[in-house]
Structures are given as structure tokens and as C-alpha cells.
């Protein structure tokens, strides 16, 4: 089963100086209150946060259900929005696979497969032995899922009392949050590059095709950064 | 809860587990010290780079409401106080919300 030791290792990572649960819980406490501007019960919003548990792709699903989008073209827009998750997970995963481990948790615990979750994992995971990186990863999601679960809780519930200028000051928290991280895991010159070009191409390529510019810029930069890093490493 | 917003939790919910799901499936063959996950790795991080470009440039939700100005100058000083701070994350964090906040009520 799952290492207590690594498994509250994991969950205490949240508890550090420069943890992301304050970005978080500000993140999810808008989510909360746009969920109960769109007519979401508490239980429905608490339902939506654990089993989406990605921002972008709630805001998507909020978006689409105000202009009256079918469950088809709510799936579209979420998956293409969300499709970010998939290089996360297969630039993440290999570095938790030990032979000694079930597949179970590998399949349940990409459930967690999120920027705060990633972000912590990707600068912690080499002070963790190989064989309990899951363990301490599923620690991990088990902490951001509950940060954000709290903070749909009280997004719901004070939602009356937060003012325009208040929601927008929290909305803006969350992806100056993940620049700061971004910015501080550029330490490589395939890491540096690839954030420079994924910051520049991401609003360019959006100007011609909206739906695509997340993957495409990340496919293009990623690719480009990738090709320069080899290349000044020979 | 109504049936349409239960329905629409469970899609957005299953969009998003399959990308996770197929990631998880294709892991399974890369080594951690192989080509294709230096690859991906790079993909991750633009991927996630233009993800936050996008989301200060073309916002979507209530940041719709304020202006490109307000959102560059709260990034820009934000990413200062993370220089200044020693790389720390949560003081640009509080900074930029209190600041936008801020902007927002006087422009």
C-alpha cells in the first residue's frame, strides 16, 4: 500500500515558505464564487473542484455552460484546454516508475497531474529514494486537492462579500504564482529557453488560432528550446 | 443538484482524466534519462509558459474586467518583488493581488 512515511512527506510539502497553497486557496476561493454566480450548489462545486481539479478547464466549463454549449462541444473545449496535462505527465511519470510499485497508483494518482502539484515534485523529487517518489507524490496531490477543495468552500460561502476589484485581484494571483516558479525552475538553458518561447508564442499563436495556441506554442517553442540544449550540450 | 450542471462536472472531469490517463499509458516505455523525455520535458515547461502568457494577455473569467495596462504593470512589479525578495514566491504572490486590486479600483 502507500508509504505513510513519504506519503505525509509529501502532504506537508505544501507547508513550506514558498509553498503554493496561498496562491492556490486564493485561486479556488474565485472558482468557488463564480461557481455560485453560475447557480452551482456548495456540493456541486465541491464535486467539480476534486474531480477536475484544474483550473483552466473549470473556467472553461463555467464559460461554456453561460452561453448554453452542449456536453460535446463543454468535452472539446475542456480536453483541448486541458491537453497541457498530457506532456506534464509523460515529463513527470518516469521519474516516479519503480518496478517494486502497483500500476494502480500510477493510474489513480495522475488524477493529481496539475502546475502547483507538478512544480513541487519537479524541484523536490530527487531528495526522495526512486521506489517512494509515488508514495510522496500522492501525498502531494492529496495536499493541493484539499487547499483547493478549502478554498471552493470559502469562495461559495463569503461570495456575497467579495467585491469586482477583490475577484480580480485574486484571479491574477494564480498565473503571477506560476510565472515566479516558472522563472525560478529556469535553471537550464532547454528550461530557460522553452519558457521564453512558450511566454512569447503562446498570445502570437492565440492571434490566429485560439483553440490550438496552448499546444502548438508548446509543441514549437518546446521542440526549438529542446533542439538548442542538445545542441550546446555536444 | 440538477442533472445538466452534474452532467457537465462529469464531462469536463473525464476531458481532463484522459489527458492525464495518456500520459500516464505512454510513460510507461520512457526512461528517465532518455532524448524523448528531455523532449517532453521542454514541452512541459512551454506548454505551461504559453498557458500563463495567454492567461495574462487574453484572460478568460473576471480578469476579462480589467485592463491590459493594469495586468502588465501588476506582472512586471510582481516580478520585481520576486528579484528583490530572493526568489520568493509568496511575496509577489500576496503583492500582485493586493496591487491589482488596487489598480483595478483607480483606473
Known amino acids: ?234 | 443538484m440538477s442533472a445538466n450542471i452534474v452532467y457537465a462536472i462529469l464531462v469536463t472531469s473525464l476531458a481532463t482524466f484522459l489527458s492525464r490517463f495518456l500520459g500516464v499509458v505512454s510513460s510507461q516505455g520512457i526512461k528517465e534519462k532518455s532524448k524523448l523525455f528531455r523532449w517532453f520535458n521542454c514541452l512541459a515547461y512551454a506548454t505551461l509558459a504559453a498557458l500563463i502568457a495567454r492567461t495574462i494577455i487574453f484572460p478568460a473569467g473576471v480578469l476579462v474586467d480589467s485592463t491590459y495596462f493594469s495586468r502588465l504593470i501588476v506582472v512586471l512589479l510582481s516580478l520585481f518583488v520576486f528579484f528583490i525578495s530572493k526568489k520568493n514566491y509568496i511575496y509577489p504572490t500576496i503583492f500582485s493581488a493586493i496591487c491589482m486590486a488596487i489598480i483595478n479600483n483607480y483606473i
Open chain 1, 1 to 234: 500500500m502507500i508509504n505513510k512515511k513519504f506519503f505525509f512527506r509529501g502532504y506537508r510539502s505544501i507547508l513550506t515558505h514558498d509553498s503554493p497553497a496561498i496562491a492556490l486557496t486564493c485561486c479556488f476561493i474565485a472558482i468557488g464564487a463564480l461557481f455560485k454566480n453560475l447557480g452551482f450548489n456548495i456540493q456541486e462545486s465541491i464535486f467539480s473542484t476534486m474531480l477536475t481539479y484544474a483550473l483552466p478547464g473549470s473556467l472553461v466549463m463555467a464559460e461554456s455552460m453561460l452561453i448554453g454549449a452542449s456536453l460535446f462541444n463543454i468535452f472539446l473545449a475542456v480536453w483541448f484546454v486541458n491537453a497541457r496535462l498530457y506532456p506534464m505527465t509523460v515529463s513527470l511519470f518516469p521519474l516516479m516508475m519503480h518496478k517494486s510499485q502497483p500500476k494502480w497508483k500510477y493510474y489513480f494518482s495522475c488524477h493529481f497531474i496539475a502546475v502547483s502539484a507538478w512544480l513541487i515534485m519537479r524541484s523536490n523529487y530527487k531528495q526522495i529514494p526512486k521506489k517512494h517518489r509515488i508514495d510522496y507524490w500522492i501525498g502531494i496531490g492529496s495536499a493541493t486537492v484539499s487547499v483547493s477543495v478549502l478554498g471552493t468552500y470559502i469562495g461559495f460561502s463569503f461570495s456575497d462579500y467579495f467585491n469586482k476589484d477583490m475577484m480580480i485581484g485574486l484571479a491574477i494571483l494564480n498565473p503571477v504564482y506560476f510565472l515566479c516558479m516558472m522563472v525560478g525552475a529556469s535553471k537550464t538553458i532547454q528550461i530557460t529557453l522553452s519558457v521564453a518561447l512558450g511566454i512569447i508564442l503562446g498570445p502570437v499563436i492565440y492571434l490566429f488560432s485560439p483553440e490550438w495556441s496552448i499546444l502548438l506554442a508548446g509543441v514549437i517553442g518546446g521542440t526549438i528550446a529542446y533542439l538548442v540544449g542538445e545542441h550546446s550540450v555536444s
